[in-house]
């Protein structure tokens, strides 16, 4: 990254509220709870693991490719014109093959970009746990929104049923009105226990993917806050802390390292040994040397122009990666914006019918309405405050993503926490 992109991000953090890096916010679970949660989550522990994988394989990379190979040999030789005829001969040979200079340097690399690749990969299982633990907490906050909601209505409802039936039994009011007044309690009774069950659903789905994560019996209800700082500097820094991208690039930097590697193998490696023989029953003993060198061919050529292509096909998949990021950083920026003021007009909304169903059902209370204009600006009114507070939880979830995203919620990054550095 360029130094103008390095002081962007600087200035980022200058610029953004103090509210984006909250020790434990109220609409979402303990800090504690999320951290221990999604440390402990399968996809961490086996990114853990990938990461040993790798550190074996960069010293069984350093190690080399080579061992010493030890033979033995025993013989019966037979000479007819010899007075005695028949000798035991035996032989032993040590041999081993030497990477040449340079391709140790190289091998040691691959190691080290493998670990890098692991390391970056496991952020990249910390950051999508994440991502999947705020979708699901606020799925459920959105049916317990819902729960409120319809248990309002029908309180609301059940009021006016009770009202109802004793200005019925006094011969103020028509029966059709009571039987009106109880249809829609019971209709909104039966939604109540529609919600009530999504709730549930959303809770013990909630529960069996992060276990350590408990539920609250109440979420205060906190109002979307503006999004302050210009779209490129969140996208700026979403971009840089893109574990996805961050992963392309680790790849792409060990499929040049292998090309190299490749490349360098064109040359082969040449083998050494040494040979002891015994031979006529001893009369004669033997010590040579031996050297071995492969002739190289077009197979050698073919694996280099391999490796050399996949390096550059990563390449490019490297630059996919990063427009693809920088789109969807845009969009969920624009998508937070967008959440917020859509939150205000429902919210507006919401309070004017409700000025309205009170209005209109004092009026029928006053005998100045027909009942059926009462419930159907009642159930108007409920509609849209049901609506403000989905439109509520939308623009807060828009709002803590792009933290997420920008790793301004939940300390998770490695390098912050050293006893993530042996792995």
């Known amino acids: 990254m360029n130094s103008l992109a390095t002081l962007s991000i600087a200035l980022l953090s200058a610029l953004l509220p103090a509210s984006a890096l909250p020790a434990t916010a109220p609409d979402l679970p303990p800090d504690a709870q999320v951290i221990a949660a999604l440390r402990s989550s399968p996809a961490v522990s086996a990114a853990d693991e990938h990461i040993d994988a790798q550190q074996a394989r960069a010293r069984r990379l350093g190690a080399g490719p080579y061992e010493w190979t030890l033979g033995l040999g025993e013989q019966s030789r037979r000479v007819r014109t010899a007075p005695e005829g028949r000798y035991t ?29 692991a390391r970056v990969s496991r952020g990249d299982a910390v950051h999508e746990t994440g991502r999947n633990l705020l979708a ?133 490696d040449p083998s050494f040994g040494i040979r002891l023989s015994r031979e006529r029953s001893g009369e004669e003993r033997l010590l040579g040397v031996s050297l071995s060198l492969p002739l190289p061919g077009e197979g050698r050529r073919a694996d280099s122009d391999a490796a050399l292509a996949e390096a550059r096909a990563s390449a490019h998949r490297e630059a996919g990666v990063q427009r693809r990021v920088e789109a969807e950083a845009a969009a969920l920026f624009r998508q937070a914006v967008a959440a917020r003021s859509g939150w205000l007009g429902q919210r507006l909304a919401a309070d004017a019918l409700a000025r309205s169903a009170d209005l209109t059902e004092r009026a029928w209370q006053l005998g100045e309405g027909r009942l059926a204009e009462t419930l159907a600006a009642r159930r108007l009114a409920h509609e849209a405050q049901l609506a403000a ?35």
């Not at 032989?91 to 670990?115: F, H, M, S």
């Not at 623009?395 to 792995?423: K, T, V």
């Open 136 to 268: 699901m907490w606020f799925d459920w906050l959105r049916e317990e929104a819902a729960v409120v909601e319809w248990r309002h209505q029908r309180d609301n409802l059940s009021r006016q049923a009770q009202v109802l039936g004793r200005r019925v039994e006094l011969g103020d009011a028509p029966r059709l009105e009571r039987l009106q007044a109880d249809a829609a309690l019971a209709q909104v009774t039966a939604q109540l226990s529609q919600a009530e069950g999504r709730a549930r659903v959303a809770a013990e789905r909630l529960r069996r993917q992060h276990p350590l994560v408990v539920l609250p019996v109440t979420v205060p209800e906190v109002p979307p806050e503006a999004i302050e700082g210009q779209a490129e500097d969140w996208i700026l820094a979403i971009v840089q802390h893109n574990h996805e991208l961050a992963v392309a690039r680790a790849e792409s930097a060990r499929a040049r390292i292998n090309a190299s590697r490749s490349d360098a193998e064109r040359l082969p």
């Open 389 to 423: 507070q989905m439109a509520r939880l939308e623009a807060r979830e828009r709002y803590w993503r792009l933290m997420l995203d920008a790793h301004r919620l939940w300390d998770l990054d490695d390098e912050n926490h050293p006893e993530q550095q042996s792995h």
């Open 89 to 117: 001969e035996w032989d032993v040979g040590l041999e081993r093959t030497v990477r040449l200079p340079g391709k140790r340097d190289l091998d040691q690399q691959l190691g080290a970009a493998g670990i890098a690749t």
